[in-house]
């Protein structure tokens, strides 16, 4: 992935100072998702173009210590679009610049040139407005240019991939700070674990523009991929930051101090996932459950509340992503667990597209959120596996409702809400698959929906639960799926 970042302005090459690399040499340094280089195209006294070129191994992020847990399989588009290793690639790159600090010239660090940057590709899937949206209040023109899936075959239309221009008067610093910060907000997605530490960097290269940015709620969100204690703790130290926005919340505050008398207390709204986990949780209470089987567990967060309730004597997770098992038998701290509580649980690998004894005999299995990650080829092998070969009692489904997407304004009517999704359901379709699986394989069903409702599109997301005689047919017989998973499973916890 190719980015260039040329400057005008008298003495054009003193820019090598703040930038710490000299502009008669090339850089040349691995860094954790592979390789940059930096160097000078084009040098002259009124100009000088500096180009950042990275060189990822996707093989090494899904092989190494922390890789995309989306990337399943070895080709995919980390080494072709800007993201968050690009930002870390420059900071690998310009360091010190990003930090504010030249050990020469640093009279020059606080003077505002002419920028022209050009990113080769960038992934967006919230579009070219959101792009400007990002970009132009920070002073930028913005040029964005989308380009075709494939340049071979028109028919298949345009990508989610654009080339990106700004133009605009910044210092050395503002400029690199608003790549490290805005390029992994457009692509939404990060190849490392977000915490504490990506709050920090978010206010120490981003919080002196960050604060008057007006969308700075929609980059915090994605910037810190939605985890709601890190956004709130970020936009209030902002807020404390900038002394417009803490006089705006104190006008706020005296005008609602003087129209309200004597307020109720208004307790805290979950989240969107929190009310869908507390809803399947109240789906298995309900029918007495001894046993569940979380499918699709990734880090266990049905899990660690399953772990509450004394009822569930035994448990298990699978998924097929190791590195989402790791995680969840971290959450759940299954290494320090007491000898009884131990043995309730187990994680295991495994896929739901194979058949699998190991899922059989279970009072509740639950899918939360995994059947849109499926091909549609393949949610009938994944309809055999559980309802025709594992059967449990009941069987609990949760999906996006797709006709709730027009009411984010990021994702729209015509987007998914995670690139990794292969569909989406309406309520109608959602309703349709559920009575065909229901009178295929012999179970009762209802539907519900979860979240907020809106009068017009419904609930966010969507429950369907199905109820049969768990000793009703016989589970080895009609068509096999595409294999038999049951032997050579490693057991991971």
Same mark, same amino acid.
């Given at each position: ?226 985890? $709601?204690?890190?956004? *709130?703790? +970020?936009?209030?130290? =902002?807020?404390?930051? &900038?002394?417009? %926005? !803490? ?94 509580? $131990?043995?309730?649980? *187990?994680? +295991?690998?495994?896929? =739901?597209?194979?058949? &699998?004894?190991? %899922? !059989? ?133």
């Amino acid at each position: 992935m190719l980015l260039t970042l040329t400057c005008y302005a008298p003495n054009a090459p003193d820019i090598g100072y703040l930038l710490g690399k000299n502009p008669a040499s090339v850089f040349e340094r691995p860094f954790s998702g592979g390789k940059v280089w930096a160097f000078y195209p084009d040098v002259a006294d009124d100009h000088v173009t500096v180009a950042m070129l990275t060189e990822i191994d996707p093989i090494g992020l899904v092989r190494g210590p922390a890789p995309l847990t989306q990337l399943g399989h070895y080709i995919n588009d980390r080494p072709y679009v800007a993201s968050s290793l690009t930002s870390v690639a420059l900071n690998t790159a310009f360091g010190s610049a990003l930090a504010g600090r030249a050990t020469s010239h640093s009279e020059r660090l606080s003077e505002r040139m002419r920028w022209e940057v050009s990113v080769g590709v960038v992934a967006c899937e919230a579009g070219e407005e959101f792009m400007t949206r990002l970009f132009a209040p920070l002073g930028y023109a913005v040029t964005t240019t989308r380009l075709p899936l494939d340049l071979r075959f028109s028919a298949w239309g345009q990508a989610d991939l654009y080339a990106l221009k700004l133009d605009g008067s910044q210092t050395v610093r503002e400029v690199l700070s608003h790549l490290y910060v805005l390029l992994p907000v457009l692509d939404n997605s990060k190849h490392y674990y977000v915490g504490e530490e990506e709050t920090a960097k978010l206010l120490a290269h981003g919080g002196v523009w960050l604060a008057a940015h007006p969308e700075r709620e929609l980059i915090a969100k994605r910037y810190l991929r939605y985890k $709601r204690p890190l956004v *709130q703790s +970020t936009l209030e130290r =902002l807020a404390e930051s &900038d002394p417009a %926005l !803490r006089e705006a919340e104190a006008q706020a505050e005296e005008s609602a101090a003087a129209t309200e008398v004597a307020p109720e207390p208004v307790e805290a709204t979950p989240g969107l996932h929190e009310q869908r986990l507390n809803t399947v949780m109240a789906a298995i209470r309900a029918v007495g459950a001894h046993s569940l089987v979380d499918l699709g567990c990734g880090e266990g967060r049905l899990l660690s509340l399953a772990l509450t309730e004394r009822s569930l004597t035994r448990i298990l997770g699978m998924d097929v992503s190791p590195v989402a098992l790791a995680r969840a038998g971290r959450r759940l701290h299954v290494e320090s667990m007491a000898p009884m509580q $131990r043995a309730r649980i *187990q994680l +295991t690998q495994g896929s =739901l597209l194979y058949r &699998d004894g190991r %899922l !059989r005999d279970f009072d509740v299995a639950a899918l939360v959120e995994v059947i849109e990650h499926l091909d549609t080829s393949r949610l009938s092998a994944m309809e055999r596996v559980v309802f025709q070969h594992a059967r449990p009692q009941r069987v609990i489904v949760t999906t996006p409702n797709r006709e709730y997407n027009v009411r984010w304004e990021a994702i729209g009517e015509q987007r998914l809400r995670h690139r990794d999704h292969r569909f989406e359901w309406t309520r109608a379709e959602c309703q349709a698959w559920a009575e065909r699986v229901a009178a295929t394989y012999g179970y009762r069903w209802t539907w519900q929906g979860i979240g907020p409702e809106d009068a017009a599109v419904g609930a966010p997301s969507q429950m369907v639960i199905f109820d049969g005689n768990p000793g009703a047919g016989d589970a080895n017989e009609g068509e096999g799926n595409e294999g038999d998973a049951t032997a050579g499973k490693e057991t991971l916890a």
